[in-house]
C-alpha cells in the first residue's frame, strides 16, 4: 500500500504559515503600542457572520499546531502499515515460491519415478521375450529336422521312437486286430505257428449288419417323422381361418367414419383418420367366425 505523497507538501505549508503568523504577531505588538492607535474591532454580529467568533490568534495557532501534530501522527501510522503490509507481501512472495518449488520438484520426481518404471516394465516384457524365443530356439534345435508337428502343441523331442521299424525306419506300423482270424486263398483259417500269408481276415461279428441295422432306423425315424408333419400340414388346413377382434379394441386408420367426425378427405385420401374405439362383446360374428 502507497502513502499520498500530497500529505507530504501539505505539512511544509502549514509550518510555514504558522510561523509566518507567529511572527506577524511578535511584530505587531510594539509597533501598536508604539503608534498608541486602536485596533479595529468586530461586532458580535460581524464576527458570527465571519464565523470568528470565539477565536483568538493563539487560539488559531494551537488549533494549527495541533492539527500539524495529528497529520504527523496520521503519515506515520501510514509510513508503518505500508511497511507491514510490504513485509507480508515478502513472506507471501517467498511462501509461494516455495510451494511453486516443491509442487515442481514433486512433479519432477513423479515423471522420474513413472520413467523408471516404464523403463523397469518394458525390460521385464523384454527379458520375457527374449526368454521365451531362447526357448522355442532351444526347442526348435532339439526337435527332429522332419518333424510335421509345430513348436508349442507339447510334444517333446523322443516321442513316438517306439512306433519306428527299426528294420524298414518306416514310420508307419500295422496293427493286426486281436479278433481276427487268418484265412488262406480258400477261406479256410491258417492254424497257429505256419508260415503260410493271409490272404483274408474274418471276423466273430460283421460290420455291415451293424451299419445296415443302424440305417434302417435312421430310415424308419425319418419316415415316421415325415408321416407327422404331414399329418399336421393337412389338419392345419382342414381349419377354417377366421379374424379375431379383441374387446375394448381401438381402430387405427380408419376412413369410414373420418368424415363424420370432422376429418375431410383431400384428393380421396385422408391424411390424418380418427382413431376411435370398437365395443365387442364375448359373443359376435366377427370374433367367433361364425
Do not use: C, H
Not at 458570527?48 to 501534530?69: F, Q, Y
Not at 517467498?94 to 515442481?104: G, P, Y
Not at 523322443?158 to 484265412?183: C, H, N, R, Y
Not at 486263398?185 to 451293424?210: D, L, Q
Amino acid at each position: 500500500m502507497k502513502s499520498n505523497p500530497l500529505l507530504k507538501y501539505l505539512v511544509v505549508p502549514l509550518l510555514l504559515l504558522t510561523v509566518f503568523i507567529g511572527i506577524k504577531m511578535m511584530r505587531g505588538g510594539p509597533e501598536q503600542q508604539a503608534d498608541n492607535a486602536p485596533a479595529p474591532k468586530l461586532t458580535a454580529e460581524q464576527a458570527k457572520a465571519l464565523g470568528v467568533e470565539g477565536d483568538t490568534p493563539s487560539d488559531t495557532l494551537r488549533t494549527v499546531v495541533a492539527e500539524g501534530r495529528e497529520l504527523k501522527q496520521q503519515i506515520t501510522d501510514v509510513m508503518a502499515q505500508n511497511s507491514a503490509v510490504k513485509q507480508d507481501n515478502e513472506a507471501l512472495k517467498q511462501r509461494l515460491a516455495n510451494i511453486d518449488q516443491t509442487v515442481e520438484q514433486r512433479l519432477k520426481n513423479a515423471q522420474e519415478q513413472f520413467k523408471l518404471d516404464s523403463q523397469q516394465q518394458q525390460q521385464s516384457v523384454l527379458d520375457g521375450s527374449r526368454k521365451q524365443m531362447d526357448e522355442l530356439t532351444r526347442m526348435g534345435q532339439n526337435s527332429a529336422s522332419n518333424s510335421d508337428l509345430p513348436i508349442g502343441l507339447g510334444v517333446q523331442s523322443g516321442d513316438g521312437q517306439q512306433f519306428k521299424s527299426e528294420t524298414t525306419g518306416s514310420e508307419i506300423v500295422w496293427i493286426d486286430p486281436q479278433d481276427a482270424t487268418a484265412l488262406d486263398s480258400n477261406g479256410k483259417p491258417i492254424a497257429a505257428g505256419t508260415s503260410v500269408s493271409p490272404s483274408g481276415y474274418s471276423f466273430p461279428t460283421a460290420f455291415g449288419e451293424s451299419v445296415d441295422r443302424g440305417q434302417k432306423a435312421l430310415t424308419t425315424g425319418a419316415q415316421s417323422v415325415r408321416d407327422d408333419m404331414g399329418g399336421q400340414q393337412q389338419e392345419r388346413k382342414k381349419v377354417r381361418r377366421a379374424y379375431t377382434l379383441p374387446q375394448n379394441s381401438t381402430l387405427m386408420g380408419s376412413v369410414a367414419m373420418s368424415a363424420l367426425i370432422g376429418r375431410v378427405p383431400v384428393d380421396g385420401t385422408v391424411n390424418d383418420p380418427y382413431p376411435f374405439k370398437v365395443l365387442i362383446g364375448p359373443e359376435n360374428l366377427t370374433a367367433n367366425g361364425i
